[in-house]
T-cell receptor, first 114, second 117 residues
């Protein structure tokens, strides 16, 4: 079985401040981890993924995420938030096999205030 | 690359009726997924195909749900004898997986919103 927890329903930050959106996962074996973003009335869009190697991965729009195996976490970060980053963010996990199923968290709403 | 296309965008039906949704994936993608999303929840896995083969189906999926992907191109998701609890956004996604432990991200469509009255 595999699962994802996003402990915060909502994260509020001021524009220009750093942001963190938290994600922890549970999976048997090694994980593949993903972050997706959903803007209003738009489909989910891929931001970044972790497969193996460097624990800090960089993605689209200046986002990055840090993989921590001991804490089973994959937190999304950005050094300086923009108002346009306001959206719904989903973390997802997949086993490191050929299996296709990805399991998603319930999402975190990020609001960046000017 | 025209993206993943889902039709219809919205569907309102009465309880007990059957509904069918269509998904056209990105043309070169070999995998196609169906997810269901309700308000305040993340996408919930329903089933996925590799080419025309249905490789996994959620155990939570009732027998009223069936999906097909003839010829490995577009896919249809049918819900028979709809219930109010089926009201949700139904998402389709596609990916190109080479099966070499290099996972490809999912490309999602905009979804079909089903309302069962």
């Amino acid at each position: 079985a595999q699962s994802v927890a996003q402990p915060e329903d909502q994260v509020n930050v001021a524009e220009g401040n750093p942001l963190t959106v938290k994600c922890t996962y549970s999976v048997s074996g090694n994980p593949y981890l993903f972050w997706y973003v959903q803007y209003p009335n738009r489909g989910l869009q891929f931001l970044l993924k972790y497969i193996t190697g460097d624990n800090l991965v960089k993605g689209s729009y200046g986002f990055e995420a840090e993989f921590n195996k001991s804490q089973t976490s994959f937190h999304l970060k950005k050094p300086s938030a923009l108002v346009s980053d306001s959206a719904l963010y989903f973390c997802a996990v997949r086993r490191d096999t050929n299996a296709g199923k990805s399991t998603f968290g319930d999402g975190t709403t990020l609001t960046v205030k000017p | 690359d025209t993206g993943v296309s889902q039709n219809p965008r919205h569907k309102i039906t009465k309880r007990g009726q059957n509904v069918t949704f269509r998904c056209d994936p990105i043309s070169e993608h070999n995998r196609l997924y169906w997810y269901r999303q309700t308000l305040g929840q993340g996408p919930e896995f329903l089933t996925y195909f590799q080419n025309e083969a249905q490789l996994e189906k959620s155990r939570l999926l009732s027998d009223r749900f069936s999906a097909e992907r003839p010829k490995g191109s577009f896919s249809t998701l049918e819900i028979q004898r709809t219930e109010q609890g089926d009201s949700a956004m139904y998402l389709c996604a596609s990916s190109f997986d080479r099966g070499l432990k290099i996972p490809s991200p999912l490309h999602f469509g905009n979804g079909t919103r089903l309302t069962v009255t």
